[in-house]
């Protein structure tokens, strides 16, 4: 028997687990399947729909116009100087962004348990290619955004982007740490107790109310109960749409200490998101 | 050459039996309670061994206990044992799928599987981008799909759909691609788990000749899994057997086999001379029947064209004149593929004195009939008429075998198989 160390083992197996145990050189060397789950996704979505890409244009216009009418001319919530259409269009486009990667990505163990059930690869580079497949939904969004922005500003109004434009990127990051950082939990936790994606959809919808989508953070804070307000204010999602919104409409306030309590939130998220995601994908098959 | 590529030591797998609901949570926050106080968890301890048949006795099964096996580069070993032994949890546990209860195993290469072909496909891509993505799950790169694009594409044989999606292509199609897409594949170790049951002749053909390629020419480290114990003599170097989770040998492919179909023995069939389900007249009965190997070892699975003998017992009250005893080969749908009678040899029909108890063997020197499940029928006759006859006396595998000699499995389950020679006049 040749006698080997234990270093010169390229990997081992066993049942026992650490707390973090991240394999980044296993992920990178698998980012070609990432960029191919990534592929997949896009070319697939729409196949045999006659609709096609346009569904992506069809559901935020439709929702901006129902939060216009209800919050805004039924509501009287007021937008400053900025449209209300084009300010909730604003919110929703950022908020759909986060909510598919959270509801797609939550479902990443039980959608795929044909795949994850006869071979290994690096679990997580699913829900990461989830993440990123939604970013082309993202940018068609954005386009109309950016549309109706320009046809504001033609008729009239006195639009301008923020100089914090410049930190956009970063937002979307932030978004997308949080979507998949959540819908990670969230699908681990689903593996043995399926309940959990019956609440998920639930308390997505319920999550926009108190996350200043269709309002700003300032009639908020004059028309809440104080709890509530306080509530809103430290909800992370509150500061990235207020955060994207001055950045875009140059609307609210911007506070940088609030940016980066959720940018840590966000991250510390994702972590956690990770660690659990990365404990549960060794045994999943035996309890999903 | 003689490098120890992974290590396999003393892996355990406990399942949860029953359903996965009601109990979990207070099992689990029983674990949780004893894990803070740092005692091992309590439902390790407990859990039957993994024995189908019988009824349970707890809550836990071991799937696999304590396995421990090396292997070595450029070794092919063969996994054999019964359905539901516990092999495809080995590969599954080899292939990272899940991970043990117990133990560990070391590798010093890449394992990848072939546990079931056409894992992610996608049926809306077309087969092209498919073979990408296909490849790319069981852990290719881009650039090494790329290069074997054209390889994979001639090897499946559907050059003409290739840019048509794959729902729209036949099941063995699809077998097809994605068999190619594996075979491909350039791990260190190959875990092959059942994959030439697949497709038709043709392709089983190429399929073997690629899997023969594999291990014997690019000398690569296989492990493979399989019921078709030819493919297992022909192919690897070296066998385990694995009855009810545990390893009960490990030794040279030959060897293994042999036990193997040693140990596969029918234990649930009742004594035939307790038997009821029977048409007797109350003076002759069959007691028992056994098949035996040319060592003259009790088997209940065999291989076509190996050398049998089928051993009646019997025991008569009476004086009995022209005895003539008949053993029928039924297959599972219950037609005869042929039959044994003494009667048909005038020499061997023989008298039986009164209380007479003894045997007669049936001796086949080349079992003619091709991988399946059958059954034997036993009648006797004698000059009084009918005296004793019984279904289903016995039930028993073939479990494929090499009757040709030829290095191949028959593929046809129809039928007996003869000795035959062809000659060519041009």
Same mark, same amino acid.
């Given at each position: 028997?040749?006698?080997?160390?234990?270093?010169?083992?390229?990997?081992?197996?066993?049942?026992?687990?650490?707390?973090?145990?991240?394999?980044?050189?296993?992920?990178?060397?698998?980012?070609?399947?990432?960029?191919?789950?990534?592929?997949?996704?896009?070319?697939?979505?729409?196949?045999?729909?006659?609709?096609?890409?346009?569904?992506?244009?069809?559901?935020?216009?439709?929702?901006?116009?129902?939060?216009?009418?209800?919050?805004?001319?039924? *509501?009287?919530?007021?937008?400053?100087?900025?449209?209300?259409?084009?300010?909730?269009?604003? *919110?929703?486009?950022?908020?759909?962004?986060?909510?598919?990667?959270?509801?797609?990505?939550?479902?990443?163990?039980?959608?795929?348990?044909?795949?994850?059930?006869?071979?290994?690869?690096?679990?997580?580079?699913?829900?990461?290619?989830?993440?990123?497949?939604?970013?082309?939904?993202? *940018?068609?969004?954005?386009?109309?955004?950016?549309?109706?922005?320009?046809?504001?500003?033609?008729?009239?109004?006195?639009?301008?982007?923020?100089?914090?434009?410049?930190?956009?990127?970063?937002?979307?990051?932030?978004?997308?740490?949080?979507?998949?950082?959540?819908?990670?939990?969230?699908?681990?936790?689903?593996?043995?107790?399926?309940?959990?994606?019956?609440?998920?959809?639930?308390?997505?919808?319920?999550?926009?109310?108190?996350?200043?989508?269709?309002?700003?953070?300032?009639?908020?804070?004059?028309?809440?109960?104080?709890?509530?307000?306080?509530?809103?204010?430290?909800?992370?999602?509150?500061?990235?749409?207020?955060?994207?919104?001055?950045?875009?409409?140059?609307?609210?306030?911007?506070?940088?200490?609030?940016?980066?309590?959720?940018?840590?939130?966000?991250?510390?998220?994702?972590?956690? *998101?990770?660690?659990?995601?990365?404990?549960?994908?060794?045994?999943?098959?035996?309890?999903? | 050459?003689?490098?120890?590529? #992974? $290590?396999?030591?003393?892996?355990? $797998?406990?399942?949860?039996?029953?359903? !996965?609901?009601? @109990?979990?949570? /207070?099992?689990?926050?029983?674990?949780?309670?004893?894990?803070?106080?740092?005692?091992?968890?309590? +439902?390790?301890? =407990? @859990?039957?061994?993994?024995?189908?048949?019988?009824?349970?006795?707890?809550?836990?099964?071991?799937?696999?206990?304590?396995?421990?096996?090396?292997?070595?580069?450029?070794?092919?070993?063969?996994?054999?044992?019964?359905?539901?032994?516990?092999?495809?949890?080995?590969?599954?546990?080899? /292939?990272?799928?899940?991970?043990?209860?117990?133990?560990?195993?070391?590798?010093? @290469?890449?394992?990848?599987?072939? #546990?079931?072909?056409?894992?992610?496909?996608?049926?809306?891509?077309?087969?092209?981008?498919?073979?990408?993505?296909?490849?790319?799950?069981?852990?290719?790169?881009?650039?090494?799909?790329?290069?074997?694009?054209?390889?994979?594409?001639?090897?499946?044989?559907?050059?003409?759909?290739?840019?048509?999606?794959?729902?729209?292509?036949?099941?063995?199609?699809?077998?097809?691609?994605?068999?190619?897409?594996?075979?491909?594949?350039?791990?260190?170790?190959?875990?092959?788990?059942? !994959?030439?049951? !697949?497709?038709?002749?043709?392709?089983?053909?190429?399929?073997?000749?690629?899997?023969?390629?594999?291990?014997?020419?690019?000398?690569?480290?296989?492990?493979?899994?399989?019921?078709?114990?030819?493919?297992?003599?022909?192919?690897?170097?070296?066998?385990?057997? =694995?009855?009810?989770?545990?390893?009960?040998?490990?030794?040279? %492919?030959?060897?293994?086999?042999?036990?193997?179909?040693?140990?596969? /023995?029918?234990?649930?069939?009742?004594?035939?001379?307790?038997?009821?389900?029977? =048409?007797?007249?109350?003076?002759?009965?069959?007691?028992?029947?056994?098949?035996?190997?040319?060592?003259?070892?009790?088997?209940?699975?065999?291989?076509?064209?190996?050398?049998?003998?089928?051993? !009646?017992?019997?025991?008569?009250?009476?004086?009995?004149?022209?005895? $003539?005893?008949?053993?029928?080969?039924?297959?599972?749908?219950?037609?005869?593929?042929?039959?044994?009678?003494?009667? +048909?040899?005038?020499?061997?029909?023989?008298?039986?004195?009164?209380? %007479?108890?003894?045997?007669?063997?049936?001796?086949?020197?080349? +079992?003619?009939?091709?991988?399946?499940?059958?059954?034997?029928?036993?009648?006797?006759? /004698?000059?009084?008429?009918?005296?004793?006859?019984?279904?289903?006396?016995?039930?028993?595998?073939?479990?494929?075998?090499?009757?040709?000699?030829?290095?191949?499995?028959?593929?046809?389950?129809?039928?007996?198989?003869?000795?035959?020679?062809?000659?060519?006049?041009?």
């Amino acid at each position: 028997m040749a006698n080997t160390k234990d270093d010169e083992w390229l990997y081992t197996i066993s049942a026992k687990r650490k707390l973090i145990d991240f394999n980044f050189k296993e992920i990178w060397r698998y980012r070609d399947l990432l960029f191919l789950f990534v592929k997949r996704d896009i070319v697939t979505l729409y196949k045999q729909t006659v609709l096609g890409p346009l569904w992506y244009l069809i559901q935020p216009l439709f929702t901006s116009v129902i939060f216009t009418l209800i919050f805004n001319n039924l *509501g009287q919530i007021q937008t400053g100087t900025v449209p209300p259409f084009l300010f909730n269009l604003a *919110g929703i486009t950022a908020w759909n962004y986060f909510r598919d990667c959270l509801n797609n990505t939550s479902s990443t163990f039980t959608k795929n348990q044909n795949i994850f059930g006869k071979v290994y690869f690096p679990r997580v580079i699913l829900p990461m290619s989830i993440t990123i497949s939604n970013l082309l939904k993202f *940018g068609i969004q954005l386009l109309i955004f950016i549309g109706f922005f320009v046809y504001y500003s033609v008729i009239g109004f006195e639009l301008s982007v923020n100089a914090n434009i410049i930190l956009f990127p970063v937002y979307v990051v932030i978004m997308a740490l949080l979507g998949l950082g959540l819908g990670m939990i969230f699908s681990s936790l689903t593996t043995k107790y399926r309940d959990l994606s019956v609440l998920l959809t639930f308390a997505v919808q319920l999550l926009m109310y108190v996350s200043a989508v269709p309002y700003p953070m300032s009639e908020a804070k004059a028309k809440f109960p104080p709890i509530v307000a306080k509530l809103v204010e430290y909800n992370p999602l509150t500061q990235i749409m207020e955060g994207f919104r001055y950045m875009l409409l140059d609307t609210g306030e911007f506070n940088s200490a609030r940016f980066l309590y959720t940018l840590f939130i966000s991250l510390f998220i994702f972590l956690l *998101g990770l660690i659990i995601f990365n404990r549960t994908e060794k045994s999943f098959i035996d309890t999903v | 050459m003689s490098e120890v590529i #992974l $290590k396999v030591e003393h892996i355990s $797998k406990q399942y949860r039996l029953g359903l !996965v609901g009601t @109990g979990t949570l /207070s099992h689990d926050l029983k674990r949780w309670f004893y894990s803070i106080q740092g005692k091992d968890d309590p +439902f390790l301890k =407990i @859990g039957d061994t993994n024995d189908r048949s019988k009824a349970a006795e707890s809550d836990y099964v071991w799937a696999i206990k304590d396995i421990s096996f090396e292997v070595k580069r450029g070794e092919v070993l063969g996994i054999i044992g019964k359905n539901g032994a516990g092999k495809s949890t080995l590969l599954k546990i080899l /292939s990272r799928v899940t991970s043990p209860t117990t133990g560990q195993i070391k590798t010093k @290469g890449r394992i990848a599987s072939l #546990l079931e072909v056409g894992t992610g496909f996608h049926p809306e891509l077309t087969g092209k981008e498919n073979i990408y993505l296909n490849g790319a799950i069981l852990g290719m790169t881009k650039a090494e799909i790329k290069a074997k694009e054209q390889e994979i594409i001639e090897f499946s044989g559907c050059q003409r759909y290739i840019d048509t999606p794959v729902k729209r292509y036949s099941s063995g199609m699809r077998v097809r691609l994605a068999f190619a897409v594996a075979a491909f594949l350039e791990p260190d170790i190959l875990v092959v788990d059942e !994959v030439l049951a !697949v497709g038709d002749s043709e392709f089983q053909k190429k399929a073997i000749g690629k899997m023969q390629d594999i291990s014997k020419g690019e000398g690569r480290t296989v492990l493979f899994v399989s019921h078709n114990m030819a493919a297992v003599i022909s192919l690897c170097t070296r066998a385990i057997v =694995i009855n009810n989770g545990e390893i009960i040998a490990d030794m040279s %492919a030959n060897e293994a086999v042999e036990l193997y179909l040693q140990t596969t /023995s029918n234990t649930e069939s009742e004594i035939i001379e307790k038997r009821k389900d029977r =048409i007797n007249n109350g003076n002759f009965i069959f007691t028992d029947l056994n098949i035996l190997n040319t060592q003259r070892q009790k088997v209940s699975a065999l291989l076509a064209g190996d050398s049998y003998f089928f051993q !009646v017992f019997f025991k008569s009250k009476f004086e009995l004149r022209n005895v $003539k005893i008949r053993l029928q080969f039924l297959d599972s749908n219950g037609q005869m593929r042929f039959l044994c009678n003494n009667h +048909f040899s005038n020499t061997e029909i023989f008298n039986l004195p009164q209380n %007479a108890h003894g045997y007669i063997v049936c001796e086949i020197p080349k +079992f003619p009939l091709p991988k399946g499940f059958y059954s034997i029928k036993l009648t006797c006759f /004698s000059d009084n008429g009918l005296e004793d006859e019984i279904e289903r006396a016995l039930d028993f595998d073939v479990e494929g075998g090499d009757f040709y000699k030829s290095g191949k499995e028959q593929i046809s389950k129809e039928g007996v198989l003869v000795n035959y020679k062809f000659k060519f006049d041009f």
